[in-house]
């Protein structure tokens, strides 16, 4: 097991989820399983390709191009099935191949030292719990993004990601310094900025640039390769 130095174990660390944890867009995966589930929604999406497919070029309305997708794949489908849904699909996300191991050990080894551990990710809640309940994470503290079910499909609200994120971990009554922060996104900037002990996961040159011009050379770079 990693163990976290005893000059370094502070009262609050924070983990993204994708790309961090675990490899790959957990909801995005999730989404096109959901999609699969019938020959009439895989059609439905073929033909707003139309229309998400410009959506998607874009930062700025790549969101409504996934809200679009989403409500083809579960009109139709109760609160309570796409819970048990996303159970289901977490066990497959959490394959061997899919962890990044090296984090997940520095996850345990703060819950094992008694430090307060928050996975904050814009995935899904629903399917981010279950997730992190088969890392072995069920203590930790998960801050996600909310779905809300409606007549036409469930509806993403705004993600927990960039400045959302800290936003929400304060909403949640989370005041403590965050001293430990783990993410592979120049996204979690806002994140990065308020921790003492920075850490990326496996960071591409562009996410690693943007985060060096901001706040200099003081993270540690993890390899999971």
């Known amino acids: 097991m990693t163990r976290i130095p005893p000059s370094t174990r502070r009262p609050l660390a924070v983990f993204d989820l994708d790309g961090t944890l675990v490899r790959g867009d957990s909801?995005?995966?999730?989404?096109r399983a959901l999609l699969r589930r019938s020959r009439w929604r895989?059609?439905?999406?073929?033909?707003?390709?139309?229309?998400?497919g410009p959506l998607y070029a874009f930062h700025a309305t790549r969101r409504h191009a996934f809200a679009i997708l989403l409500r083809v794949a579960t009109i139709g489908l109760p609160a309570p099935r796409f819970e048990a849904l996303a159970d289901d699909f977490a066990t497959e996300r959490t394959a061997e191949a899919n962890r990044i191991t090296i984090t997940l050990a520095r996850?345990?080894?703060h819950l094992a030292a008694g430090d307060r551990v928050v996975v904050a990710t814009s995935c899904a809640d629903p399917l981010a719990r279950a997730i992190?309940?088969?890392?072995?994470?069920?203590?930790?503290?998960?801050?996600?993004?909310?779905?809300?079910?409606?007549?036409?499909?469930?509806?993403?609200?705004?993600?927990?990601?960039?400045?959302?994120?800290?936003?929400?971990?304060?909403?949640?009554?989370?005041?403590?310094?965050?001293t430990h922060a783990y993410t592979d996104s120049s996204v979690d900037l806002p994140l990065l900025a308020e921790a003492t002990h920075r850490y990326l996961?496996?960071?591409s040159p562009a996410h690693l640039t943007r985060i060096r011009a901001r706040l200099?050379?003081?993270?540690?770079?993890?390899r999971s390769r």
């Open 27 to 31: 909801f995005g995966h999730f989404n």
């Open 42 to 52: 895989v059609v439905a999406a073929a033909l707003c390709v139309p229309v998400v």
């Open 107 to 109: 996850a345990r080894a």
């Open 132 to 178: 992190c309940r088969e890392l072995g994470l069920g203590s930790a503290d998960v801050i996600a993004s909310h779905v809300t079910p409606g007549r036409t499909g469930m509806r993403p609200l705004p993600a927990c990601r960039g400045p959302r994120k800290v936003a929400r971990i304060r909403a949640a009554g989370i005041t403590d310094p965050i």
């Open 201 to 203: 996961i496996d960071p």
């Open 216 to 222: 200099g050379p003081d993270y540690v770079v993890l």
